[in-house]
T-cell receptor, first 113, second 117 residues
Framework: EPEVTQTPSHQVTQMGQEVILRCVPISNHLYFYWYRQILGQKVEFLVSFYNNEISEKSEIFDDQFSVERPDGSNFTLKIRSTKLEDSAMYFC???????????FGPGTRLTVL | AQKITQTQPGMFVQEKEAVTLDCTYDTSDPSYGLFWYKQPSSGEMIFLIYQGSYDQQNATEGRYSLNFQKARKSANLVISASQLGDSAMYFCAMREERAGTASKLTFGTGTRLQVTL
């Protein structure tokens, strides 16, 4: 069964460093999302991406964040200068059309020291 | 704006019993979808069940059913014949639904379910 994959599973970085979180969505899906979940809290929306551009972004998704779909298969989230409060689980999700469910990847746990 | 409320931070159920996890929502969108996801201790988000706002019948998927009461804006998850492997965090979520739109999911705070022997 096709699935969303994410790498790495765990990333540890120093405050101020750049990180890139990678996702490979399901191959025929058209809509892509990033969410984050701070430990013990609810899942929060970051950004959605469709037709090679950002559809919507939340207040969390400030200038330090960017997304790319560089080669038609990968979908990346970049954090330019990490802060301690960026420590969280980051989930990528993909969806085939507007009315289908979103399939989540296994997540990348980001720890900022 | 959409809002999901899950008022039960934790629930216990005995194995083989049924359990209902509560979810209420608020939205002004005429067309929306309601979802339940399971998050075991390993952390992944597993899709369980979906209900569209225009669906006349309650959704069912195996042991999971969604008790959709539109007038009361509730979308409770019912798990029948609980198993030890059902112990996990359960999140209710919703999104607006419009053709050609990437619609974000808005999540509740979750309910931690513990299944006991």
């Amino acid at each position: 069964e096709p699935e969303v994959t994410q790498t790495p599973s765990h990333q540890v970085t120093q405050m101020g460093q750049e990180v890139i979180l990678r996702c490979v969505p399901i191959s025929n899906h058209l809509y892509f999302y990033w969410y984050r979940q701070i430990l013990g809290q609810k899942v929060e929306f970051l950004v959605s991406f469709y037709n090679n551009e950002i559809s919507e972004k939340s207040e969390i998704f400030d200038d330090q964040f960017s997304v790319e779909r560089p080669d038609g298969s990968n979908f990346t989230l970049k954090i330019r200068s990490t802060k301690l409060e960026d420590s969280a689980m980051y989930f990528c999700a993909s969806q085939s059309n507007s009315y289908n469910e979103q399939f989540f990847g296994p997540g990348t746990r980001l720890t900022v020291l | 704006a959409q809002k999901i409320t899950q008022t039960q931070p934790g629930m216990f159920v005995q194995e083989k019993e049924a359990v209902t996890l509560d979810c209420t929502y608020d939205t002004s969108d005429p067309s929306y979808g309601l979802f339940w996801y399971k998050q075991p201790s390993s952390g992944e988000m597993i899709f369980l069940i979906y209900q569209g706002s225009y669906d006349q019948q309650n959704a069912t998927e195996g042991r999971y059913s969604l008790n959709f009461q539109k007038a009361r804006k509730s979308a409770n998850l019912v798990i029948s014949a609980s198993q030890l492997g059902d112990s996990a965090m359960y999140f209710c979520a919703m999104r607006e639904e419009r053709a050609g739109t990437a619609s974000k999911l808005t999540f509740g705070t979750g309910t931690r379910l513990q299944v006991t022997l």
